[in-house]
């Protein structure tokens, strides 16, 4: 059984461009998650899908952020006009929906750094 | 926005020694969880908790779900060099399904 896999590892790009991120989450796991980790921070939630569904998104998602899970299996997430606050590691999680909340497992982060 | 108090910041361990770190919150949570994070690497799950009073072991590792449900405890049991590294809290309140809420992480260092 694969965990959740990211790519890629480590993104490093100027101020302004574009970036993509990967996860593909734990296969039979149908709720994916999006979080930003700063240094010294726990992780802040992003935004999370159910299969296709987009269903919360977080304040922290400015309009600059985009993210997609068009199958409901891998998802994209996608930072147009980077800025330098954007440094930071995004980290992918998923887990099985249910009654109560089930745990959500972590993938090993993509780290962003903009020059 | 809702935020987790977890204490302490930081801790020195010698291998042997027992270890106990605590999250407290102003809102009544409706799932805790613990996980540890290495450097360069994403969270690992240690413990699991949905029931005010809920005591859970796993190996050396024992958490608790506080009676109030605002708060939860890890205890480390005889700590060996592998234990370093940085352990949050996190946990769902009200009715979000999604939003993990997590403290600022304790950061396990061995003793010099």
């Known amino acids: 059984d694969t965990g959740v896999s990211q790519d890629p590892r480590h993104k490093i790009t100027k101020r302004g461009q574009n970036v993509t991120f990967r996860c593909d989450p734990i296969?039979?796991?149908?709720?994916l998650y999006w979080y930003r980790q700063t240094l010294g921070q726990g992780p802040e939630f992003l935004t999370y899908?159910?299969?296709?569904?987009?269903?919360?998104k977080s304040r922290l998602l400015s309009d600059r952020f985009s993210a997609e899970r068009p199958k409901g299996s891998f998802s994209t997430l996608e930072i147009q006009r980077t800025e330098q606050g954007d440094s930071a590691m995004y980290l992918c999680?998923?887990?099985?929906?249910?009654?109560?909340?089930?745990?959500?497992?972590f993938g090993d982060g993509t780290r962003l750094s903009i020059l | 926005g809702q935020q987790l108090n977890q204490s302490p910041q930081s801790m020195f361990i010698q291998e042997g020694e027992d270890v106990s770190m605590n999250c407290t919150s102003s809102s009544i949570f409706n799932t805790w969880l613990w996980y540890k994070q290495d450097p360069g690497e994403g969270p690992v799950l240690l413990i699991a908790?949905?029931?005010?009073?809920e005591l859970t072991s796993n190996g050396r590792l024992t958490a608790q779900f506080g009676i109030t449900r605002k708060d939860s405890f890890l205890n480390i049991s005889a700590s060996i060099p592998s234990d370093v590294g940085i352990y949050f809290c996190a946990g769902h309140y009200g009715g979000s399904q999604g939003n993990l809420i997590f403290g600022k992480g304790t950061k396990l260092s061995v003793k010099p």
């Open positions: 999680a998923s887990s099985l929906a249910g009654t109560h909340n089930q745990p959500q497992h």
């Open positions: 899908f159910q299969n296709e569904a987009q269903l919360e």
């Open positions: 908790l949905y029931k005010a009073g």
């Open positions: 296969s039979e796991h149908n709720r």
